[in-house]
């Protein structure tokens, strides 16, 4: 059995318009009865790091499959209110606290893991799950920052057997398969501009902006919890209720802001298909409420991509802030809810004016588009009326995106979001909070992966050194 020390080692480091009409905006979740049956005895072995709030709902995801064995349960703060449900679920489960002990005592009972973890620590649980050969599905963002997901991308094909799945799940749903179908089709072609919006409460809305220091600390809330993994790499802090619970996302120094955590459920699919890699402007045009330390109140940031394999430039507009809310087309129509777009968990308050989503742009036809799996429509309806009769057939989708991890690892299917999709998405989420937080115009090498205008901002490319401790974690 590996421990510790032989990891170290081993470790370098829809609505208006014409929209999609028989295609389920949410994939196949369970297997199929015969593939229960075949597998009935070779499920995934999986253990899960992370099982409360957003991980609890993972497992459960998975847990419909009928595919899985969990074998082994991790977290900081086990036995929290937010962690009962899913002991209760796996009450034979091995539990630990701190993940790196999870391998290194019980690796060589699972193949695969699930971490629901803040944003700053999916690099280091990835980087230890490929290096022990376990499959990983890991929550978006992909990481916090551009060199961490440099590595991860790197140690992912260093360990090919690995399988890697980043969770934004839409990417299984609907609209990838809508917008392959309709750019292979012709119908989606010389995107120029793409609007992108989240305008929903942050939990962070309301903050007093004058802020001058991180917050003072608190005591711990029960004396089991294992603060000091929960910091990861990052430096020391003493425990803060704003932290804990979802709280990581308002910081710079722990999560990635609302560009993070929905950018990559609205602007995944344009990214992939219009193979648009790293941009080579981002600029911060609006802050309000900037500060050093947790994401403005509302912002708008201009990526601007060059141009690729015959497709014209294009810029994608960022949008968040619930007073930041973009132009649309006069003939937009309604931003109707809808159920398949998961709740912003940020209390009772209305939703915006304009429900998370995107419009995009190109020389002859304007799409409108939700978040997630969403399908988008044509605008105006009569440019839609001129394709209804020639519309492209729209695949539906054969698995959603826990059962397509699954299946994958065993070879069944590909992922539809590894790592070395995924990664360069997660890249561009760092150079936006970049300019974001330094509130400014950033110009960017996508060869040399440097910025040519600012030494500060290459410095934020891989932020403050590691903590002792953890300075493996960054070597391949």
Known sequence: MSTRRDFLKQMGVATAGLAVSGVPTLGANAATKKEKVAQKSDKVKIAYIGIGNQGAWDIEQFEETGLVDVVALCDIDLGAQHTEKVLNMYPNAKRFRDFREMFEQYGDHFEAVCAAVPDHMHFPVAMMAMNYGKHVYVEKPMCRTFHEAELMMANAKK???????????????????????????????????????????????GWDTNLKHMPDGQP?????IDWDTWLGACGWRDYSDKYHNGNWRCWYEFGMGALGDWGAHIIDTAHE??????????????ATGHNDYFYPMSSTILFRFGARKGMPPCDITWYDGVDNIPLVPA??????????????????????????????????????????????????????????????????????????????????????????????????????????????????????????????????????????????????
Not at 168 to 177: D, P
Not at 220 to 224: G, H, I, S, T, V
Not at 273 to 286: A, D, T
Request: hydrophobic share 35%.
């Open 159 to 205: 360990h090919p057997e690995v399988v890697t799945q980043v969770g934004n799940q839409g990417h299984s749903e609907a609209n990838y398969f809508q917008w392959k179908a309709w750019q292979e089709a012709g119908l989606i072609k010389d995107v120029t501009a793409i609007t992108a919006h989240m305008n929903n409460p942050r939990r962070w809305h």
């Open 220 to 224: 711990l809330p029960n004396k089991d």
């Open 273 to 286: 298909f219009l193979e648009l890699g790293l941009p080579y402007e981002i600029n911060c045009l609006k």
């Open 331 to 476: 003939n937009y129509g309604e931003s109707e809810y809808n159920p398949n777009i998961p709740a912003t968990n940020q209390g009772t308050t209305p939703v915006a004016k304009l429900n998370p989503g995107k419009e995009i742009y190109t020389k002859d036809l304007v799409f409108k588009g939700g978040s997630h799996g969403s399908t988008l429509s044509i605008l105006p309806s009569a440019k839609a009326e001129e394709w209804k009769d020639k519309m492209p057939v729209v695949p539906e989708s054969p698995s959603n995106h826990h059962l397509n991890f699954l299946r994958a690892c065993r070879g069944i299917e590909k992922t539809r979001s590894p790592f070395e999709i995924n990664g360069v998405l997660s890249q561009v989420f760092c150079l936006g909070v970049i300019a974001q937080r330094l509130n400014t115009q950033l110009f960017f090498d996508p060869r040399t992966k440097q910025f040519t205008n600012n030494d500060f901002a290459n410095a934020l490319l891989s932020g403050m050194p590691p903590r002792k401790g953890w300075e493996e974690f960054y070597k391949i």
